[in-house]
């Protein structure tokens, strides 16, 4: 059995209410490494809440969410897990280096060096720019270098695709690709569609 096989990231019974409104209830789904799960669905579906909800930010009204089996604050899930929302997280007062040096600080390295980050999201040379400068383009090209110097083995991404022309797009589809091909797995929502050959793809619609 592959050693990987015992990362996995499980939902049971999820459910979601918000502004009085039923999201979602009943949900479940099981992610293993190498694997993506992709949530789809209008805006105001519950996309965001459920990435929420698996990130550990949110509580779900019923149901749980483990990591390899335990309670997301009993096992090494936060550690593990890297997130990237509408806002990049990023601080825009600070250049691409700092951003990334910071990053770097709070994290066990990953498999590229700032580097070699910035060459393979096509920012290399900008080290010394301060990312308020940057177009929403560049700081999500950012927000991804972020995820390839630092060692986490799931990826959270809510709609990582925006902001992004056609080359973007197809960057992020071959970062995901690699990150899953190396036992990595990913969770993102997204209105575009996707097709990764050779990648286990799992889809949750919400309406």
């Not at 929403?136 to 902001?163: H, M, V, Y």
Request: one cysteine or more; a negative charge.
């Amino acid at each position: 059995m592959d050693r990987h096989r015992h990362l996995f990231l499980e939902g049971t019974g999820l459910s979601c209410i918000r502004d009085d409104r039923l999201l979602f209830e009943g949900l479940a789904f099981k992610l293993y490494a190498g694997q993506i799960l992709l949530l789809e669905g209008e805006n105001g579906s519950g996309k965001t809440s459920l990435l929420r909800i698996i990130c550990g930010f949110r509580e779900a009204d019923s149901g749980t969410i483990r990591w390899c089996g335990e309670a997301l604050n009993d096992s090494p899930f936060y550690a593990q897990m890297a997130y990237v929302g509408h806002l990049d997280g990023i601080k825009k007062e600070l250049t691409i280096l700092e951003n990334l040096n910071i990053s770097l600080a709070l994290s066990r390295p990953g498999r590229y060096s700032i580097q070699e980050a910035l060459k393979k999201v096509n920012l290399a040379g900008f080290d010394d720019v301060l990312v308020q400068a940057l177009s929403a383009g560049q700081k999500r090209r950012l927000a991804l270098a972020r995820l390839l110097i630092t060692e986490n083995c799931l990826w959270i991404l809510d709609e990582p695709f925006t902001s992004l022309d056609r080359p973007g797009v197809a960057l992020i589809e071959t970062l995901m690709s690699e990150h899953c091909s190396n036992h990595g797995m990913v969770v993102l929502s997204s209105h575009h569609e996707i097709g990764l050959p050779g990648i286990d793809v799992q889809r949750i619609h919400l309406s």
